[in-house]
């Protein structure tokens, strides 16, 4: 078969695919590759807010306080920021998001329904090595102990979620890039 798209595949007019997994797992790195190969959007909501974090306002310096100590920022500012972003035209056809939904709220209260997740497998001891050498200014060891206590808690039942929704594909994220990004298309 050729020229067959993954829409085609989906019987979707539209493509939402999550990327999950711990800090270090290179969720965004696999969400990238997989955005640019299948031609749709990659949201970042790290980097959203990140971006938010630099403006001298009341939202700007809220979410700056969070993300300086691996704190997840408020639900109410993450449902309004990606509800917002995500209900821009260019993502009806689908997008690959990653940072988003971190909690059991967020993956039940969103109103962008999801086809495909993948979960990056990644242990404690692996993410946080890989963290270390990323250097991030979010990253030192006190953050990134804080933010992998969060998803273990919070993060973790979304995977059930989506498990028991039929829509999770567990993936070895202790590959090479190129091995986890084969992998995940083999899944599509
Ligand atoms: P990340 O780049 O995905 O590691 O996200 C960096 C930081 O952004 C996190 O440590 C949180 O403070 C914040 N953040 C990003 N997405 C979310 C979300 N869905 N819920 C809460 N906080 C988030």
């Known amino acids: 078969m050729t020229n067959v798209s993954p829409f085609d595949i989906l019987h979707l007019p539209f493509m ?7 800090q ?14 299948l031609r749709l959007p990659h949201v970042s909501t ?5 971006e938010i974090a630099k403006r001298d306002s009341e ?12 704190e997840m ?8 920021v990606v509800g917002e972003h ?6 009806s056809n689908g997008f690959v998001l990653d940072g988003f939904p971190r909690n059991l709220y967020q993956a039940q209260n969103s109103n962008h329904p999801v086809n495909q997740v ?11 090595k890989r963290l270390l050498k990323r250097g991030r ?13 969060l998803y273990h808690k919070l993060t973790e039942p979304v995977l059930t979620f989506y498990r028991e929704k039929g829509i999770l594909q567990e993936i070895n994220g202790e590959q090479s890039i190129k091995k986890i990004h084969q992998e995940i298309l083999s899944h599509l």
Not at 24 to 37: I, N, P, V
Not at 118 to 128: A, P, R, T, Y
């Open 59 to 70: 939202l700007g310096h809220r979410i700056s306080e969070k993300l300086s100590h691996g």
């Open 46 to 50: 790290g980097d959203i807010f990140r």
């Open 16 to 22: 939402n695919i999550v990327v999950m997994g711990p």
């Open 86 to 91: 995500l209900a821009q035209s260019k993502f």
């Open 118 to 128: 993948f979960h990056l497998k990644v242990s404690d001891k692996e993410g946080i």
């Open 73 to 80: 920022v408020d639900d109410a500012d993450i449902m309004k």
């Open 137 to 149: 200014a979010d990253d030192s060891l006190k953050t990134i102990s804080a933010r992998l206590r």
């Open 24 to 37: 270090g797992s290179g969720k965004s790195t696999q969400a990238e590759l997989l955005a640019k190969k």
